[in-house]
């Protein structure tokens, strides 16, 4: 490959992260996709523009592009988000779940709310040390019609994200609700800050590690 070849390659590869926070690592030889899910993840309204937000509509054709990719062997998910739309953040958990390609995610910084399931929807999740995941029940912003079928709906939407995460770790479905509905974890508020290790001892994260650990175990999740 010449050297203008080698920077046109370069310069596409920084518009990509620019644009989607996506990028075939290595120039494509090492076969792993990196994406990012950073800030609030934006569902049905769009937040506003000095906000950082993962965009799921993007990140949707994102995953199906990489699992019909040839090149792409596996694909490293990076987390650090505080939440956001709970039915988005859901939909693209339950994608990255039912993908056949190895994957693998790392929190960084923060995992929280909805950013819970993203976490664990890989066949392999780690977690560094530093990093914390906060477990609450599903909350809504705005004027809530105080009407039996708003706390059912409430409720049946909390169901689903419990049971898809304990279907895609080894949490406890008792542990994680008793966490969730804590009363004295969250001024003013219920719900649990767990950091690293301790995401990993109750089972809601594989392993305490970082960026070598992750790529490693997916690095050998492709070539088994």
Do not use: W
């Not at 075939?24 to 506003?48: D, F, K, N, R």
């Not at 956001?84 to 039912?98: F, K, Q, R, T, Y």
């Not at 019609?145 to 419990?162: F, S």
């Amino acid at each position: 490959m010449s050297e203008q070849d080698k920077t046109e390659q370069k310069g596409s590869e920084i518009e990509e992260i620019f644009k989607s926070g996506s990028v075939l690592a290595g120039g494509g030889s090492s076969g792993v996709q990196c994406m990012t899910i950073i800030g609030q993840i934006e569902g049905h309204y769009l937040l506003s523009d000095n906000q950082k937000a993962t965009k799921y509509e993007h990140l949707i054709p994102l995953l199906v592009s990489a699992e019909e990719d040839e090149a792409v062997k596996g694909i490293l998910l990076i987390l650090n988000t505080m939440g956001g739309d709970v039915e988005a953040g859901l939909a693209l958990a339950e994608m990255i779940a039912s993908m056949k390609k190895p994957t693998v995610s790392l929190v960084l910084g923060g995992g929280h709310s909805i950013g819970v399931p993203l976490a664990v929807s890989a066949k392999r999740s780690f977690i560094v040390p530093s990093a914390t995941m906060t477990l609450h029940p599903v909350r809504v912003n705005g004027v809530v019609v105080g009407a039996p079928q708003t706390y059912r709906y409430l409720r049946d939407m909390q169901d689903r994200i419990v049971e898809f995460v304990c279907r895609n770790s080894r949490v406890e479905r008792r542990t994680l609700e008793e966490l969730m509905m804590k009363p004295d974890a969250l001024a003013t508020d219920i719900g649990t800050i767990v950091d690293g290790k301790e995401a990993v001892e109750i089972g809601l994260i594989d392993e305490v590690g970082g960026l070598d650990a992750a790529l490693a175990a997916l690095h050998g999740m492709c070539e088994a």
